[in-house]
């Protein structure tokens, strides 16, 4: 204890004085305190900008600090007073031990959302599919995020479920191949087919002539013969050339003559000749 009992010979001012000089030593250790918490606070922002730190994590960081030495010149400033800080510590480890186990799915989210901020496997504005649910990435919040599925639905996912699981991110490359299958009938002119899905890929502006695109027979099934296309394109044109060029393959091919066969099955029966009765 900084300030110990002084002696005058009266009891009452020997109190006024120790407890005016406990006082003012405990103000001036907590306002002293909340000046140089400041002081390293925004410090310490300025360094997580300076790494261009994401602005959610950097306040998040920030109110954790200033709290935690807050309480540690709270803490400085009652023990002058006399307080038992010891047991007040004990006690507010056990309550934060009681509430951490209460919120251990909360702290698993939470966990999961500043690693989700910090590493960044996607971004505000990315498709992707993550724990069971396809979407644009609408937000990121340090429990949950949000996503909004392609029939306008507002989809809020807990961390904790993206991060333990698989994420695809469909927009994180500047390109993607569009795959496509496409069958024709066994009768049909194989030359011919491949010929038109060629000139159908070249006649497309938006694919990319850099990687080439692929257009070859990929499997003889039990009722078609199936061609693979798989053009390149910019990621933003994904389905906008995938539904184009379905569209132009079906009329090219009913134009030429082309079918494209169903599943079906023959089924030949032979018949057994009915004995005579003798």
């Not at 922002?45 to 920030?62: K, T």
Request: with cysteine; aromatic share 10%; proline share 4%.
């Amino acid at each position: 204890m900084i300030v110990e009992s002084l002696n005058t010979g009266s009891p009452a001012l020997d109190f006024v004085i120790t407890w005016g000089l406990r006082i003012g030593l405990a103000l001036a250790i907590f306002f002293a305190g909340r000046f140089l918490v400041n002081w390293i606070v925004r410090l310490t922002e300025r360094y997580m900008r300076m790494n261009q730190l994401d602005e959610l994590i950097v306040r998040f960081a920030s109110n954790i600090l200033s709290w935690t030495l807050l309480f540690i010149i709270i803490i400085a400033a009652l023990s002058q007073l006399g307080v038992d800080t010891t047991a007040l510590i004990a006690l507010l480890g056990a309550a934060g031990l009681a509430v951490g186990l209460a919120l251990q799915d909360s702290m698993k989210n939470f966990a999961s959302g500043v690693l989700l901020i910090i590493f960044r496997p996607f971004s505000i504005g990315h498709f992707i599919e993550a724990a069971g649910t396809s979407g644009i990435v609408e937000s990121i919040t340090l429990f949950t995020s949000t996503l909004c599925t392609p029939d306008n639905r507002a989809v809020i996912v807990p961390n904790g479920a993206i991060y333990s699981n698989t994420i695809i991110n469909y927009s994180a490359l500047p390109t993607r191949r569009v795959d496509m299958v496409f069958g024709i009938s066994y009768d049909d002119d194989l030359r011919q087919a491949k010929e038109l899905l060629h000139q159908i890929v070249a006649e497309e502006p938006r694919i990319l002539a850099d990687p080439a695109p692929l257009i070859a027979v990929s499997a003889l099934t039990d009722s078609s013969v199936d061609f693979a296309v798989r053009p390149w394109v910019q990621t933003a044109d994904y389905w906008d050339v995938f539904f184009s060029i379905t569209e132009k393959v079906k009329l090219a091919f009913d134009d030429n003559g082309i079918s494209l066969p169903f599943p079906q099955m023959e089924i030949h029966l032979q018949g057994h000749t009915k004995p005579t009765a003798q």
